[in-house]
């Protein structure tokens, strides 16, 4: 059973996140098995830095991103390419440096003179310049600040014989540096972090660097990756392989093994990429460190056992407590099985919590789950749902608590309370269990605070990525969205974009001064539509008032969800924030400054008096606009 005591270490357990990588080694030498690893999307690229085979000569690598993203993991990949010893790396000490010999380029040396085909370079590693740096008001030691002036200076200097991989944590690289002393070359490299930091680049010409942010990568594709090690990792096969009884671990009624084999269906394992693909969308980076984080939650959760995770030694325990439902793959996904604030502390789940999947529902989803049972239409639904589920379903527990809600009065509201607690698992397991078959049927994202969201993945963003053009009723839905924003009125139009100001800000909530329009179709170098950004992984909204003037916005999850629900319901949703709402204003700011660009580059001509067009509507919601004329 040493298998689940190592995989708690990839649970929501206390730690030291700044040594998590060494940590994991540790204690997988120590139960004797393998760490669950697998290939960085960055590795081949960071490795290839310093490839001996490579025509190029080695390059400094800087490593950032969020705690969690595979920096430290990767260094320690370098310094076995390049032979380094392991028990130098398995020590706490943040930096280390390795000589290793690199071929020169051939129109560098004569091939008559041997020793002069390989050229030696220092390679310096900082693996994590969080414990290497200062304290914040500290000064630096002199040493470690003459050898970043040396990074520096190497990074412009061709002859330079010394190569560094640098390890830092977002936010942190740019803070130290801007505590270095202010020479020529930390200026220099200041500037070239900061620029590849805000343009989303890897490289600078003329700069002996790559930089490589990864908090920028996909977390779908991470997940897609670690969910494969996690499942296929053979201390899983070691431990079934142990002949259980009916009540001991591993054996048929065990939670573990449930949630293992619950994880490894096809339904649950797509309804889990779906969320963490959505944010991806919303602009949320999830992790390596907490997709596993996440799996392992999922898989041990229990909220009655030390630190909410099962060991083998539990299960007896938990049978004989009746208490296997709170062991529920589908509330551990969400940090169910943790208290609240050690789950607001944790990125997975704070990030999993804007779903509100749980809290969010329907009348027919709410209807299966409580009047099922009895229902003549539901009770299929019932059955299906709930009641086949032997391990999560309807247990004794469930149907107790809900015979007291429908039956009870304002004076069992504490019965009432522990009900609404079973019935938000409930919804989260159907979350899940819904087929793929009848997720329209029962409005499957009604279950999420995203009810758009299922379109947005299928009839978006899968449409874009592979080729094909979103339905026009979508971005119909889109435009008229953003006409109600930019006018502040309920416009029905949707084959025009409508410019409009107060007169004296164009971010007021009311605009009915008409300045122009744009049509969606085709119409002398204007059009609107959606296209994907390959590189990003984001989809964007394309105004073209002419064809070389475009101005674009990233149409992410929570703007797409913002706008379909004001193009269909007329009113701001309160669950968006305020923020949502200001960037469309901030995009409408654009297309009227790109308005003004068209009519300088068209040379239109300035009236002595002042016509001004306000806006009104039709009783359909159609927009009309009448002359005004205001004489100087």
Same mark, same amino acid.
């Given at each position: 059973?040493n298998w689940?005591?190592?995989?708690?270490?990839?649970?929501?357990?206390?730690?030291?996140?700044?040594?998590?990588?060494?940590?994991?080694?540790?204690?997988?030498?120590?139960?004797g098995?393998?760490?669950i690893?697998?290939?960085?999307?960055?590795y081949s690229?960071?490795?290839?830095c310093?490839?001996?085979?490579?025509?190029?000569?080695?390059?400094s690598?800087?490593?950032?991103?969020?705690?969690?993203?595979?920096?430290?993991?990767?260094?320690?990949?370098?310094w076995k390419?390049?032979?380094?010893?392991?028990?130098?790396?398995?020590?706490?000490?943040?930096y280390?440096?390795?000589?290793?010999h690199?071929?020169?380029?051939?129109?560098?040396y004569?091939?008559?003179?041997?020793?002069?085909?390989?050229?030696q370079?220092t390679?310096?590693?900082i693996?994590?310049?969080?414990?290497?740096?200062?304290?914040?008001?500290?000064?630096?030691e002199?040493?470690?600040?003459?050898?970043?002036?040396?990074?520096?200076?190497?990074?412009?200097?061709?002859?330079?014989?010394?190569?560094?991989?640098?390890?830092?944590?977002?936010?942190q690289?740019?803070?130290?540096?801007?505590?270095?002393?202010?020479?020529?070359?930390?200026?220099?490299?200041r500037?070239?972090?900061?620029?590849?930091?805000?343009?989303?680049?890897?490289?600078?010409p003329?700069v002996?660097l790559?930089?490589?942010?990864?908090?920028?990568?996909?977390?779908?594709?991470?997940?897609?990756?670690?969910?494969?090690?996690?499942?296929?990792?053979?201390?899983?096969?070691?431990?079934?392989?142990?002949?259980?009884g009916?009540?001991?671990?591993?054996?048929?009624?065990?939670?573990i093994?449930?949630?293992?084999?619950?994880l490894?269906?096809?339904?649950?394992?797509?309804?889990?990429?779906?969320?963490?693909?959505?944010?991806?969308?919303?602009?949320?980076?999830?992790?390596?460190?907490?997709?596993l984080?996440?799996?392992?939650?999922?898989?041990?959760?229990?909220?009655?056992?030390?630190?909410?995770?099962?060991?083998?030694?539990?299960?007896?325990?938990?049978?004989?407590?009746?208490?296997?439902?709170?062991?529920?793959?589908?509330?551990?996904?969400?940090?169910?099985?943790?208290?609240?604030?050690?789950?607001?502390?944790?990125?997975?789940?704070?990030?999993?919590?804007?779903?509100?999947?749980?809290?969010?529902?329907?009348?027919?989803?709410d209807?299966?789950?409580?009047?099922?049972?009895?229902?003549?239409?539901?009770?299929?639904?019932?059955?299906?749902?709930?009641?086949?589920?032997? #391990?999560?379903?309807?247990?004794?527990? $469930? %149907?107790t +608590? =809900?015979?007291?809600? &429908?039956?009870? @009065?304002?004076?069992?509201? /504490?019965?009432?309370?522990?009900?609404?607690?079973?019935?938000?698992?409930?919804?989260?397991?159907?979350?899940?269990k819904?087929?793929?078959?009848?997720?329209?049927?029962?409005?499957?994202?009604?279950?999420?605070?995203?009810?758009?969201?299922?379109?947005?993945?299928?009839?978006?963003?899968?449409?874009?990525?592979?080729?094909?053009?979103?339905?026009?009723?979508?971005?119909s839905?889109?435009?008229?969205?953003?006409?109600?924003?930019?006018?502040?009125?309920?416009?029905?139009?949707?084959?025009e974009? #409508?410019?409009?100001?107060?007169?004296? $800000? %164009?971010? +007021? =909530?009311?605009?009915r &001064?008409?300045? @122009?329009?744009?049509?969606? /179709?085709?119409?002398?170098?204007?059009?609107?539509?959606l296209?994907?950004?390959?590189?990003?992984?984001?989809?964007?909204?394309?105004?073209?008032?002419?064809?070389?003037?475009?101005?674009?916005?990233?149409?992410?999850?929570?703007?797409?969800?913002?706008?379909?629900?004001?193009?269909?319901?007329?009113?701001?949703?309160?669950?968006?924030?305020?923020?949502?709402?200001?960037?469309?204003?901030?995009?409408k700011?654009?297309?009227?400054?790109?308005?003004?660009?068209?009519?300088?580059?068209?040379?239109?001509?300035?009236s002595?008096?002042?016509?001004?067009?306000?806006?009104?509507?039709?009783?359909?919601?159609?927009?009309?606009?009448?002359?005004?004329?205001?004489i100087?």
């Amino acid at each position: 059973m040493n298998w689940i005591k190592f995989l708690r270490q990839y649970g929501p357990i206390p730690r030291n996140d700044n040594m998590y990588d060494e940590t994991i080694q540790r204690s997988a030498r120590k139960h004797g098995i393998v760490p669950i690893e697998f290939e960085h999307p960055a590795y081949s690229k960071v490795i290839a830095c310093f490839d001996k085979n490579s025509t190029s000569a080695p390059v400094s690598v800087i490593l950032t991103g969020t705690a969690g993203d595979g920096k430290t993991y990767l260094c320690r990949q370098v310094w076995k390419q390049l032979k380094g010893d392991d028990k130098d790396w398995g020590s706490d000490n943040p930096y280390m440096c390795i000589q290793s010999h690199y071929p020169k380029a051939q129109n560098t040396y004569s091939p008559s003179d041997s020793s002069e085909h390989h050229r030696q370079f220092t390679i310096h590693f900082i693996r994590d310049l969080s414990g290497w740096a200062p304290q914040q008001g500290a000064e630096w030691e002199s040493d470690k600040e003459e050898l970043l002036q040396r990074f520096c200076k190497s990074l412009f200097d061709p002859e330079s014989n010394e190569i560094f991989l640098i390890a830092a944590n977002d936010g942190q690289l740019i803070e130290s540096w801007r505590r270095l002393k202010d020479t020529e070359y930390v200026i220099k490299a200041r500037k070239v972090f900061e620029d590849l930091l805000v343009e989303d680049r890897q490289e600078q010409p003329g700069v002996r660097l790559r930089f490589f942010n990864l908090s920028r990568g996909s977390s779908v594709e991470l997940f897609d990756r670690a969910i494969k090690s996690f499942l296929d990792h053979l201390g899983w096969q070691e431990s079934f392989k142990i002949k259980a009884g009916e009540n001991e671990a591993f054996g048929p009624k065990c939670p573990i093994r449930h949630n293992y084999e619950l994880l490894q269906s096809p339904l649950v394992e797509s309804r889990l990429r779906s969320l963490l693909e959505l944010c991806d969308h919303n602009g949320l980076h999830v992790p390596i460190r907490q997709i596993l984080l996440l799996l392992t939650n999922a898989l041990l959760g229990h909220p009655d056992v030390k630190d909410h995770l099962m060991v083998p030694a539990d299960i007896p325990k938990i049978l004989a407590a009746g208490s296997i439902s709170k062991a529920s793959l589908y509330n551990n996904i969400f940090g169910g099985n943790l208290s609240e604030t050690r789950r607001q502390s944790i990125t997975i789940f704070d990030y999993f919590d804007r779903f509100q999947i749980g809290y969010e529902t329907s009348h027919r989803i709410d209807n299966i789950l409580i009047f099922g049972d009895s229902h003549e239409t539901l009770h299929t639904y019932f059955k299906q749902l709930v009641v086949d589920d032997q #391990f999560y379903g309807a247990d004794e527990r $469930y %149907s107790t +608590a =809900k015979c007291q809600y &429908i039956e009870g @009065d304002d004076e069992d509201q /504490d019965k009432g309370k522990d009900f609404l607690q079973l019935l938000i698992r409930q919804r989260r397991g159907l979350f899940f269990k819904i087929p793929k078959e009848v997720e329209d049927e029962l409005n499957l994202w009604e279950l999420t605070v995203f009810k758009f969201a299922g379109e947005y993945l299928s009839s978006v963003v899968d449409k874009l990525r592979n080729g094909g053009i979103v339905k026009r009723p979508i971005l119909s839905r889109i435009v008229k969205g953003l006409n109600r924003i930019f006018t502040g009125m309920l416009v029905n139009s949707d084959r025009e974009i #409508f410019l409009a100001t107060s007169g004296n $800000y %164009s971010q +007021a =909530k009311i605009s009915r &001064i008409f300045v @122009d329009k744009i049509s969606v /179709d085709p119409n002398q170098g204007e059009k609107i539509i959606l296209k994907y950004d390959s590189s990003t992984g984001r989809v964007i909204l394309a105004v073209y008032l002419s064809p070389s003037i475009i101005e674009e916005l990233v149409l992410d999850l929570i703007k797409y969800e913002f706008l379909s629900r004001i193009a269909l319901e007329g009113a701001l949703p309160t669950s968006f924030s305020k923020e949502c709402y200001e960037g469309i204003l901030a995009f409408k700011s654009k297309l009227l400054a790109a308005y003004e660009r068209r009519q300088i580059q068209d040379g239109a001509s300035m009236s002595a008096n002042l016509e001004l067009k306000i806006l009104t509507l039709s009783e359909e919601g159609f927009p009309m606009d009448r002359f005004i004329e205001v004489i100087q």
